[in-house]
């Protein structure tokens, strides 16, 4: 059975920092690249990381470029969001996301929380 379960969501103030983890099972997570998106109610899901099957290589949303840095364990099938500096903008459901482009597999987890807020 594939999962993804995130965790480490939650309330911070602004300028604070949070670390998103999201843990992989039933599937060969190494052969995956992996992708944290967020969504606000009322707008659509946005891509705000991504990280290759073997960590080489990153991208990020301009909108989170230098505060956010995301890894991954694939000893541990485990990818993650560091997000520091954070702003009030940045609250919305947090969602892990696994792509295999060849296997023509896509998962996703079921989301966790991020609020932002004095």
């Known amino acids: 059975q594939v999962q993804l379960v995130e965790s480490g969501g939650g309330l911070v103030q602004p300028g604070g920092s949070l670390r998103l983890s999201c843990a992989a099972s039933?599937?060969?997570?190494?052969?995956?690249?992996m992708r944290w998106y967020r969504q606000t109610p009322g707008k659509e899901r946005e891509l705000v990381a991504s990280?290759?099957?073997?960590?080489?290589?990153?991208n990020y949303a301009d909108s989170v470029q230098g505060r956010f840095t995301i890894s991954r364990d694939n000893a541990k099938d485990t990818v993650y969001l560091q997000m520091n500096s954070l702003k009030p903008e940045d609250t919305a459901v947090y969602y892990c996301?696994?792509?295999?482009?060849?296997?023509?597999?896509?998962?996703w987890g079921q989301g966790t929380q991020v609020t932002v807020s004095s």
């Open positions: 990280i290759t099957s073997t960590g080489s290589s990153t």
């Open positions: 996301n696994a792509r295999n482009v060849i296997a023509k597999r896509v998962y």
């Open positions: 039933g599937f060969t997570f190494s052969s995956y690249s």
